[in-house]
């Protein structure tokens, strides 16, 4: 038996998700990324002497629209504290988050690995502001802050220690992002750090309930890095206890270069934060009615939409599974079945070429579907050519790929470019004769009861015809022909 | 031309401007001149705003002149206690880790005075951060009390109290957190009041202690302390801590009189160890209350004792988080070492910061860390509830509850200074109004017979401004102690 079957991982996800406000969660600066250092604050969020921070309510509302996605229960009175420790990149030597009251309690996120359900218990989601950046000077020693970031609010998500794999961490984290992208609280984006997860990793002898001496892990930026360092501390956990060794309680960093962790310096995580209430912010009051009101507005949530896309649309468990894997691209398919209302049809083309021209253009995180390169509607057209007989699915291959660089309608296309499907029995007998006067070999091996011929055949008409010909009237007309009819 | 208006009041010097017998320039430049001759011997000053003072006063003669004053303090020559931001004028706290910081934002009391049309003529000495009740925490030097400059003009806010008490300012802004307002008014033979908490804004205000502080006026006497109050008062969407409640006209609560009033007495805040003098003035000021027609009665407030504890608690642990920010960073003085950040801090904080603000952030440290809370940061909290408990019973039966300010009068210079837990106690009578929020003033009520004031503190139910003003301008009108001035400059007893 080895090691990695002796022990069990237990593992618990902290997610902090930066919000899409437009303003920061305390003073009314862009909470918007990317902008020349510290273009982004003001005298609050720079925490100068003797201002104060008034709340941003659109924080509240995300939150709870997260809590409600999550089956948490939603606080009517929760506390804002202050968490004290000193570095540069913390404007007022304390952040402003939740400690002992949170605003969502408890919940639970459905997930799926290998085919199998499970349902992973959430402890509870709160508020707070980020932190600003530090910018250590690779030649000199200077460092410098741009506070940007500074005041930009944050959810943090903390699941309960139900997780048993890293491919079921992996899952945990991608159920999330898909969810907090639906509810259009937060990009989703982790090499930018719009997304982060920190991991509580143990493990204990399998069949054993105590838990384990745990790890938190930090520094991984990527869903991939998660999963590879979650994985390499249960090998370093089993490896330790095995060799009759302890684990000592303490925080590690991932490095994705090396494929470690690495203990961070004890100094840097023994802190006492010394919570308290922020006595600048009064109890948050969470009314039923506020509740009632981010509950109208909420989108249809991941779950729902897949169980409609089978039961109204008739699509397949896989093509609803993927197509509802992000907003962005079930609200494409159905703006597109809206055109063209053949929801197979679409679904093949979104998963198929849609996807593929995606990635080739490097736009999988793009949030809105208008950044997208071909319009919904003029998709729909294109299927609806097909579906009327006036080219051919080949033919719309090519459609597609210029409408993809250029923009253009694919009627537009078909015309300007002469790939309007011929249809007319006249040229395709003609190019038939061509073609059975060219073969006379393969004609006779055919009648001989070579029936495999047929696609031969099919094949070199549709060359004759530059692929313009209707291919079901080609497969018929060649059937007559070659039985001698 | 200084005779004529030699010692007027607010509400004097405004119907004279408006008359056109006076000019704000006139009346900045003699305040000016008299901060100026008393600059050495009463430090009430930290910065004197000189230029941008006579730029406000131009200004504002311009508008009476057209007959469109601002408001009601057009042309009035105001001080600030350095707590409070003053955009472009220099916000030191009295600490030099701020000597030389400009706020680019003013305080939202601050720009409420400057749309009432005041003039700003600087901003006054306190104890740093205000922390203390003396002034001789300040990182520039103590004020001294006009009434003897040998002795302390009381803290925090002690270069507001001599600046009005010495007329280098018709009126100032405090800021109170356990009687910071209060008893330098007292000391100095002035009225200083400090409002509800959540009354008067505190956007701008650099903070002590968040739940307890609250920027209040000093006057010559209660109505232009009610004038001022009605300046400052309400809510403000830049602290949420603010009230959204109307401002009743402070103005027309002071006819009220004392007839019917129900006064209470509570026996705590007649110790043992209080000056003799004091207590009979304070006694003499109930006599005169009742005459007047107010019922007297006893009540007691039980948890009193334990009040200058729980402060102490509350007060350092939120200091402690607050005055995290000063971290040679982003503006203030910063002191570079061996070029690691750890002591870069250090040392930062270290030179920046003087021994009170030291003790208290090591204090309130202490009391927030883990296995320390509860035994000390929640139970004071609790006590915080017993008091406001306290009171809230006493209110239901009392309008207001009268008290001696504090325990004695202005103590010697450096009395004290090597004894914190001596000073801390001269806070004893004004310490629970801050825990419980109330508003309460402090308006002189007699002299000792070192020949220095004395404070009666009025207190009100939470809002209550109107009856405590109310109170204290029929104690006033029936007397004269506040027309008693301190003796010229050079003067000590």
Known sequence: ?485 | MTAAFDQPTITDAARRLRAGELSATELTRAALARAAARAADLHAFITVAEEAALRDAAASDARLRAGKPAGALEGIPIAIKDVIATAGIRTTAGSRILADFVPPYDATVTARLRAAGAVIVGKTNCDEFAMGSSNENSAFGPARNPWDVTRVPGGSSGGSAVAVAASLALGSLGTDTGGSIRLPASYCGVVGMKPTYGRVSRYGVIAYASSLDQVGPFARDVTDCALLLGVLAGHDARDSTSVERAVPDYGDALAGGAKGLRIAIPGEYFVEGMEPDVERAVQSAVETLGGLGAQIGSVSLPHTEYAVSAYYVVATAEASSNLARYDGVRYGSRVDGDGTLLEMYRRTRAAGFGDEVKRRIMLGTYALSAGYYDAYYLKAQRVRTLILNDFARVFQDADVIVTPTAPTTAFRLGEKVADPLQMYLSDIFTISVNLAGLPAISLPCGIDAAGLPIGLQIIGPPFGEELVLRAARAYEAATDWHTRRPPAPGGSR
Not at chain 1, 102 to 109: A, E, N, Q
Not at chain 1, 300 to 323: G, M
Not at chain 1, 407 to 421: C, F, H, K, N
């Open chain 1, 1 to 485: 038996m080895s090691a990695g079957d002796r022990f069990e991982p237990v593992i618990g996800l902290e997610v902090h998700a930066e919000l899409l406000t437009a303003s920061k969660i305390f003073c009314g600066c862009s909470a918007s990324f990317g902008a020349p250092p510290n273009q982004h604050t003001c005298p609050v969020c720079l925490g100068m002497p003797g201002v104060l921070p008034v709340l941003n309510r659109r924080v509240v509302e995300f939150a709870i629209r997260a809590g409600l996605a999550i089956r948490c229960a939603i606080a009517p009175r929760s506390r804002w504290a202050r968490k004290n420790y000193f570095y540069p990149d913390l404007a007022k030597g304390y952040q402003i988050s939740q400690y002992e009251l949170p605003i969502c309690v408890g919940g639970h996120l459905d997930i799926v690995v290998d085919g199998v359900a499970k349902r992973v218990r959430l402890t509870r989601i709160h508020m707070e502001e980020d932190t600003g950046k530090n910018i250590h000077d690779a030649h000199g020693s200077e460092s410098l802050v741009d506070f940007n970031r500074c005041g930009v609010p944050l959810l943090e998500i903390v699941s309960e220690p139900d997780l048993a794999s890293p491919a079921e961490a992996g899952a945990y984290l991608r159920t999330l992002r898909t969810l907090v992208r639906y509810l259009e609280i937060c990009d989703g984006n982790m090499e930018e750090g719009s997304f982060r997860c920190d991991a509580n990793v143990s493990v204990r002898a399998r069949g054993t309930t105590a838990l384990g001496v745990k790890v938190e892990v930090k520094n991984m930026n990527s869903f991939r890095a998660v999963e590879k360092a979650i994985a390499y501390e249960i090998a370093r956990h089993a490896r330790v206890l095995e060799e009759g060794g302890t684990i000592v309680q303490e925080t590690r960093l991932w490095d994705a270069d090396r494929e470690e962790t690495r203990p961070m310096r004890s100094k840097e995580s023994a802190h006492d934060y010394r919570y308290f209430p922020d006595p600048d912010l009064p109890p948050l009051v969470v009314s039923e009615a506020l509740v009632a009101e981010v509950r109208r507005a909420m989108p249809e949530l991941p779950d729902a939409r897949r169980t409609r896309f089978v039961a109204a649309l008739k699509l397949p468990e896989y093509d609803a599974e993927v197509l509802t894997s992000r907003r962005d691209l079930a609200d494409y398919f159905e703006a597109v079945v809206a055109a063209h209302p053949n929801a197979k049809a679409v679904s093949n083309w979104v998963m198929g070429d849609v996807l593929r021209l995606l990635k080739e253009r490097k736009l999988d995180d793009a949030l809105t579907i208008t950044d997208w390169p071909v319009a919904a509607a003029h998709l729909g057209e294109l299927i609806a050519l097909i579906d009327e007989g006036a080219i051919s699915g080949k033919i719309a291959k090519t459609v597609f790929e210029e409408m993809g660089t250029s923009g253009g309608t694919p009627r537009a296309i078909v015309a300007a470019r002469g790939l309007t499907q011929v249809s007319d029995e006249g040229p395709i007998v003609a190019a038939i004769d061509q073609v059975l006067a060219a073969h006379p070999d393969k004609v006779a091996e055919f009648r001989a009861g070579k029936d495999k011929l047929l696609g031969f055949f099919v094949g070199q008409v549709m060359k004759a015809t530059a692929g313009k010909a209707n291919p079901p009237l080609v497969n018929r007309l060649l059937t007559e022909k070659l039985r001698g009819e």
